[in-house]
């Protein structure tokens, strides 16, 4: 068997600037899993989370030369443009109205795969540390993060102050820092 | 606000995952560039962010892989083989330093060898255009040879046909009334075959729409034995067929020679 090739973050980026076939298999190979999961836990629905994935490595591919390591790690801008494409799938109209139908759906006929999947998908990564957060502070959290809600619209559906927004995000997230260490 | 109440503010969390303003990005990524501290932080929870959210993955379906690649428009290679071009980029970052110096002795013998390869091309260029040089003078110079073959042989059967001891041979002085005074050509004339040879010695050279033709009197009138072609430099010419004359004359005439010869125009005659 051949043995499995691993590169550093400096040779891998280096590698996908170049437009390297096998450095972006390499990539594939070891993120979509991260990716898949936190888009998967922002849309919750597989169909979905399959066209973003899709859309979000063909970004990668295509923006690789805006990546800028001085500013932060691969995965770390990875993770942002899932995050961000996955927010503006759930914002779009089209999802929205599909969301409508699919409750209406739900009222009647309460579909368990469904549930196992989205427990599934709540019980790991970073939702999983976010459980041990405090409710009050974890619901902020999971609207800013996994919602995508600026400060001031959470401070709206909660009838709290923005700055009790931010300074309670602010405490989870440094909470979120200890967990994973 | 000092570094270390920066860092425990949480803004580094918020910047990492994105939830941070504009302004307080800005202001995150130049705390980063100026401060070690800030930096040093930023990368631990990156570091550990990634972690958490590598070991617990939910692997997406397989077919996605090659439907992505399809989109992109490059192969699905796989990214676990080893593959040549990546180890030899990935070695001298790593783990080895001692590689470094293999690959910049590499990079020095590539150029060398480049270089090298340049002279020989140009070397190459130089001796091949002198090739083509022998070779044209080489082809200039045979056939040099085989027109000097063609004009030695026609030498060697004059000379033969001149040695025939049954050769007559007519010497046909210029006559009282030549344009040129000094003109002499002698006919030899093979008493067997009755074949006629030409050998000019001394006549001018006709201008380019004129010929001498040599005739033959047969009981007192001329007979056409054939023109002269000096354009050639032949010096001996087999002339046409003569089975019975009394003399030979030459007159110089209209190219491709005339019915009846121009009397004003006779340069030489020989009795037989």
């Not at chain 1, 790690?73 to 443009?81: G, H, K, V």
């Not at chain 1, 368990?112 to 989205?118: A, D, L, W």
């Not at chain 2, 705390?31 to 040093?40: G, H, Q, R």
């Not at chain 2, 676990?80 to 071009?85: D, I, L, Q, R």
């Amino acid at each position: 068997m051949a043995s499995e090739v691993t590169y550093n973050e400096q040779e891998l980026v280096y590698l996908l600037k170049e437009r390297n076939n096998q450095a972006f298999s390499y990539l594939y190979d070891n993120y979509s899993g991260a990716l898949y999961t936190i888009i998967l836990q922002i849309v919750k629905e597989s169909e979905l989370a399959n066209d973003v994935l899709q859309e979000v490595f063909v970004n990668i591919w295509r923006k690789i030369e805006s990546y800028d390591a001085s500013k932060g790690r691969l995965f770390t801008w990875m993770l942002n443009i899932a995050r961000n494409a996955s927010i503006d799938t759930i914002r779009s109209k089209s999802f929205q109205n599909a969301q409508k139908n699919q409750e209406l759906a739900d009222n009647v006929n309460t579909s368990m795969v469904n549930q196992v999947t989205q427990l599934n998908v709540d019980n790991i990564g970073l939702k999983k540390v976010l459980l041990k957060l405090k409710p009050e502070i974890r619901s902020l959290v999971e609207l800013a993060y996994f919602k995508g809600y600026t400060h001031e619209e959470i401070a709206q559906i909660e009838g709290i102050p923005v700055g009790t927004v931010k300074t309670r995000i602010r405490s989870g997230l440094l909470q979120l820092r200890e967990y994973l260490k | 606000m000092n570094v270390q109440e920066y860092i425990s503010s949480g803004i580094v969390e918020s910047c990492v995952l994105g939830l941070a303003s504009a302004d307080e990005q800005l202001e995150f990524e130049r705390m980063c560039a100026t401060s070690p501290e800030v930096n040093a932080a930023r990368e631990a929870f990156e570091l550990s962010l990634e972690k958490q959210a590598k070991e617990q993955a939910i692997a997406p379906p397989a077919i996605l892989k090659n439907k992505i690649f399809n989109e992109i428009g490059i192969a699905d290679t796989d990214g676990k083989k080893t593959a040549p071009v990546s180890t030899v980029i990935k070695a001298p970052v790593v783990k080895m330093g001692w590689l470094r110096y293999v690959a910049a002795a590499a990079i020095l013998l590539l150029m060398g060898s480049t270089a090298l390869n340049l002279y020989f091309y140009k070397q190459y260029q130089k001796y091949s255009s002198q090739y083509d040089a022998l070779v044209a003078s080489q082809t200039q110079m045979a056939y040099d040879n085989k027109a000097l073959q063609t004009k030695l042989q026609g030498y060697e059967s004059a000379m033969g046909h001149i040695k025939d001891p049954g050769m007559a041979v007519i010497k046909m002085p210029a006559v009282a009334k030549s344009p040129d005074p000094a003109s002499m050509a002698t006919v030899y004339w093979d008493t067997k075959s009755k074949d006629v040879y030409l050998m000019v010695n001394n006549l001018p050279q006709p201008v380019s729409d004129k010929q001498y033709q040599l005739w033959a009197i047969v009981d007192g009138k001329p007979v056409d034995a054939g023109v002269l072609d000096m354009q050639e430099g032949m010096t001996f010419a087999k002339m046409k067929n003569i089975p019975k004359a009394q003399a030979f004359a030459i007159t110089l005439e209209k190219h491709g020679g005339s019915d009846i010869p121009t009397m004003s125009a006779m340069y030489v005659l020989g009795k037989v």
